[in-house]
């Protein structure tokens, strides 16, 4: 493990990263999303971008992988390695505070905190539009167009929307 | 068999669940009983795929053949494939696929829940990320049996068939042979004895909840994990799986 020092060639690693965005909901970078987990130099003081896929068959993740790749070529870290980490495994509790605002701007309901992960027939969570704000809401698919995404309406200004599901 | 070869052929059981499992719930894409369905189906398939190409990657690296997940997945020839016969069954009635589902996820919940601590590193990694998804798909698909079993008189008749049906094949999941022995005593993998007792309170809570009688437990088939005896399904899913491959060998995108 790398410690977290100020280095200025990191810090501009992570920059760059900032700006890489994710293929499916491109208004999040992977930073954002928490699928880049730490930037860090090797015992050979090469530097890593390690990264986590949130999904087991994400379809994204190999495309997060290269866009990521064709960025830090772009900007002249050729020499920087990516390294894929599966533990501990990704969960929606990483998406940064920045993430969560962006989704909510993109119409999406950024996950809810507390919601019950694997009870039979538990309780939807509370989920507000993230257009009205109202929590007068409800699921209509537990599935999206992403794995990651639930299908809901808002009962107060009729609009469907996206929901981030906790993982 | 030397310890890595004994390792080969336990991830490629694992990674051989998966698939197959993954593959017969593609098969359902368009005819599922409601689009919102279809999507669960697509998503839980995706899922096992994922877990597949994890556990097949690792494969080819323990057998340092050159061979990877792809190779792995689409060049071996039936009695190559070491997966468990329940996930062999066909789909049939939506009944089926979702008991089929529930008994399998059950499961592999676990499965993962132990392989979580397997001495094995990269083993307990797949499994930790696997366990998330797999405890969505026991919730899923454990709804289903209860809202089919609960139902009408109906759905509560061929759920409670479909359950019979499947049966059979639980047991060859908790029949430890000596690969798993072997994985047992290297703290790789679990006794799988010890599993049954999670997995057949979670079953049973939930069959009881769907009104459907739990079957009793007689003679059952073994064969599939060990290749020793495969249903006559597995070749008929590898020729539409593996087509590709055979047609024009080598193929990429
Ligand atoms: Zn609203």
């Known amino acids: 493990m790398g410690v977290e020092v100020r280095d200025p060639e990191l810090e501009r690693i992570r920059a760059v990263l900032t700006q890489v965005q994710d293929p499916e909901i491109p208004q999040l970078s992977v930073v954002d999303l928490g699928i880049v987990r730490e930037v860090v130099r090797d015992e050979a003081g090469v530097p890593v971008v390690r990264i986590t896929p949130t999904y087991s068959g994400c379809p994204a993740t190999a495309l997060i992988e290269f866009e990521i790749r064709r960025a830090l070529d772009a900007a002249g870290f050729a020499e920087a390695r990516i390294e894929t980490v599966l533990s501990p495994p990704w969960t929606t509790d990483w998406i940064t505070e920045e993430g969560r605002r962006k989704l909510k701007a993109a119409g999406i309901a950024p996950p809810a905190p507390g919601e019950r992960r694997g009870a039979l027939f538990a309780r939807d969570p509370e989920v507000a539009c993230p257009r009205c704000g109202s929590t007068d809401t409800a699921k209509v698919s537990e599935f999206g167009s992403t794995p990651c995404k639930a299908l809901w309406r808002c009962r107060s200004c009729r609009e469907p929307f996206e929901y981030f599901k906790c993982l | ?253």
């Open chain 2, 1 to 253: 068999m030397e310890t890595r070869e004994v390792l080969f052929e336990y991830v490629l059981r694992l990674g051989d669940n998966a698939l197959i499992l993954g593959q017969r719930l593609c098969e359902l894409l368009g005819w599922a009983p409601e689009l919102e369905e279809e999507m669960a189906l697509a998503n839980i398939a995706l899922d096992y795929i994922g877990q597949a190409r994890m556990f097949l990657s690792y494969a080819g690296e323990i057998e340092g053949k050159g061979r990877d997940e792809d190779q792995l997945a689409y060049t071996r020839d039936v009695l190559d494939f070491r997966c468990a016969l329940m996930v062999q069954q066909p789909n049939g009635d939506f009944a089926h696929t979702m008991a089929r589902l529930f008994l399998m996820s059950a499961f592999n919940e676990q499965l993962y829940g132990w392989l979580v601590r397997s001495k094995d590193q990269r083993l307990a990694e797949i499994a930790e990320k696997a366990l998330k998804e797999v405890r969505y798909h026991v919730r899923h698909s454990g709804e289903w049996v209860i809202r089919l079993g609960d139902g009408t008189e109906e759905s509560h008749r061929r759920m409670q068939r479909a359950i019979e049906d499947l049966w059979l094949y639980t047991g060859e999941l908790f029949t430890p042979d000596e690969v798993d022995q072997a994985m047992a005593a290297e703290g790789i993998g679990p006794d799988l004895a010890a599993l049954k007792p999670a997995w057949q309170q979670k079953v049973e809570a939930v069959l009881r909840e769907a009104t459907l009688e739990r079957p009793a437990d007689g003679w059952m088939p073994t064969g599939g994990k060990d290749g020793r005896m495969h249903s006559e399904h597995l070749g008929h899913i590898l020729s539409e799986l593996q087509f590709l491959q055979r047609a024009y060998p080598g193929l990429r995108w």
